[in-house]
């Protein structure tokens, strides 16, 4: 019997080869460094892609044959070649409704930079209009590692009103700003705003408050219009594309209700869309959220979508009442339990924000309770955050089958830590390796753009160096993953959220064409330049959705 299953399956091999090279490819990438980061961590040199399938890797030899007048051949130069980069948790939705229309200080080196970006905005923008910064950005990035006075942004808007935040936590306004919002006493910034004074007692133009606060100081400020929501998702996309992400996790967002997604349903009906998208429904109103996702979730069954738009389950924030809260109240963890039971009857994955491990057992306890009744195995439960998780915490999600979506919040956060948690804890956080070892799905990302840049290569070079935006290193070689290791999570790991890790992830035969050819080489730069890569070719199921100058080569080798 043994012999007679050996020829089938020899012989269906064959046919199965016969068949894909029966046909020309579309596309064939030659003369590249092509990181698989298939189970062997094959470097290929060549590539065939037909339709938005990979359907060759190997040797240039050994793709010839499917090269013909009709297929695009394209000489990369010996360039490196990765799976596409898949962000585990970023805000992309809603940072893609107004990326037209807000001023963007991600990457800028100084106050003096980013004051230029406002006058910039300001020469061109509408008059009276305004001129926000939204998030991504800190004090420690710059050089003079301050933030910028309200005289200077006065000064750089001129007669806009200017709106610039800062995290979760502090927002500026110029004059006009706080003329046109009608803001002059403490009382204007519901619930906890207190407005900045200095030692005299004049106002500086800052504005401290809790979440509540800031994010409904933000839903005050005008929104874009439709079409300029379409075109902000198109070019925020088109961004992410060029630093050679081909799909994210997006956890939806403060204030994000079911119009603020319709610039997006457009761009996917239409066809247009340049990234992979798998989104979730984030809890807005208080009290009512288990009602809320049971009217939205009617028609929109776990999965429901296609293979660039999926629904994704319910989160970051499930319920209020726990959300950045590490004592919630006993009704408040009822109601939790209730919607992750309603969830694990439904089939519904659920990702949870989650920042301490020494609150973290309320919620592990929650989800084995909630186990115990549903299986909760196959759903892609997922914490979000916890920078701090221990061995034993890790060990307990594994056994759950819960993953973890890990971001760079270290990178700007990471002073702030250390005198939280003190060097020899911040050595070993996070615990990337021992996740890894222990078993734990783990999706790299950045919990963009309000409160952290949107590089994923930034992000990568953290992982790698554990230095924060101010040059501090902090985390010691036990916890610092292998270049490859860290590439992995942000592709195959960050599928797995999901589901997708058998159709993308990795560059393999059968698999989704999607890739990145990179500037350098991720494998061999010096650790500190790999903030600096992008990509000069990024493509989504056989889609060209970037390119920069690249030799191309249409014809036969």
């Known amino acids: 019997m043994g012999s007679k299953a050996g020829r089938f399956a020899a012989v269906f091999a064959f046919l199965i080869c016969g068949a894909v090279f029966a046909q020309p490819a579309d596309t064939v990438l030659v003369n590249g460094k092509i990181r698989t980061l298939d189970a062997k961590s094959t470097v290929a040199e060549a590539l065939a892609i037909r339709g938005e399938r990979i359907v060759a ?53 100084s106050v003096a930079e980013a004051l230029a970006r406002l ?97 409904g100081l933000f839903a005050r400020l005008p929104k874009p ?23 994210v996790i997006d956890p939806g ?58 629904f994704n389950g319910i989160g970051e924030n499930v319920a ?14 009822e109601q939790f339990t209730e919607i992750c ?45 916890l920078e701090d998780a221990a061995e034993d915490t890790l060990k307990r999600m594994k056994a759950l089958g819960v993953g973890w979506a890990l971001q760079d919040a270290g990178y700007f956060e990471g002073e702030a830590q250390l ?7 911040m050595k070993r956080i996070p615990r990337m390796n021992s996740a890894l070892y222990i078993g734990v799905h783990v999706g790299a990302g950045t919990d963009a753009h ?28 036990e916890e610092t993953p292998t270049r490859e290791n860290a590439l992995r999570m942000y592709t195959q790991g960050s599928a797995w959220f999901a589901f997708a890790e058998k159709e993308r992830g990795s560059l393999e035969v059968g698999k989704l064409a999607d890739l990145a050819v990179l500037s350098k080489d991720y494998f061999s730069v010096p650790v500190e330049e790999i903030g600096e890569i992008e990509a000069v070719m990024t493509v989504v199921g056989g889609k060209f959705v970037y390119a920069a100058k690249l030799a191309v080569d249409n014809g036969k080798r």
Request: aromatic share 10%.
């Open 341 to 385: 039971r309603w969830a694990a009857s439904q089939g519904l994955s659920l990702n949870l924000h989650w920042h301490h491990d020494s609150s973290v057992w309320m919620v592990l306890n929650t989800f084995e309770r909630v186990n115990r009744e549903h299986s909760i195995a196959n759903l892609r439960w997922t914490l979000v955050h």
């Open 450 to 477: 309000r409160v952290m840049s949107y590089n994923p290569w930034v992000a990568l070079r953290w992982m790698l160096d554990g230095k924060t935006v101010g040059g501090v290193a902090l985390r010691g070689p």
């Open 419 to 425: 005198k939280e948690k003190g060097a020899e804890a």
């Open 57 to 109: 890797v190997g040797t240039f030899a050994k793709l010839k044959p499917l090269i013909a007048k009709t297929t695009r051949v394209i000489d990369l130069h010996g360039r490196t070649v990765i799976p596409g980069l898949i962000d585990s948790h970023m805000h992309a939705i809603r940072a893609a409704l107004s990326f037209s229309t807000e001023v963007n200080w991600i990457g800028t080196k």
């Open 320 to 333: 209020w009442g726990v959300y950045n809260n590490d004592n919630p109240t006993e009704a408040a963890r």
């Open 225 to 247: 219009s439709f079409d300029e929501q379409v075109e902000g998702t198109k070019k925020f996309f088109s961004e992410l594309n060029r630093l050679g992400l081909t799909g």
């Open 119 to 215: 006058r910039d905005a300001a020469k061109t923008a509408k008059p009276g209009g305004w001129l926000i910064v939204a998030g991504g950005w800190t004090p420690e990035q710059f050089a003079e590692r301050r933030r910028p006075t309200q005289g200077e942004v006065a000064l750089a808007g001129g007669d806009h009103p200017v709106y610039i935040q800062l995290f979760y936590g502090w927002a500026m306004l110029n004059p006009k700003g706080f003329e046109t919002l009608g803001i002059k006493e403490d009382k204007d910034v519901p619930p906890a705003g207190k407005l900045d004074r200095d030692q005299s007692g004049a106002l500086t133009g800052g504005i401290t408050g809790n979440t509540p606060t800031i994010t």
């Open 253 to 310: 967002g403060f204030g994000m209700a079911p119009p603020d997604y319709q610039a997006l349903f457009k761009i996917w009906r239409d066809g247009q869309l340049s990234l992979r998208v798998a989104y979730t429904i984030f809890a807005q109103g208080r009290g009512k959220e288990l009602e809320d996702y049971q009217a939205l979730t009617q028609l929109l069954p776990m999965g429901f979508g296609d293979a660039m738009l999926r």
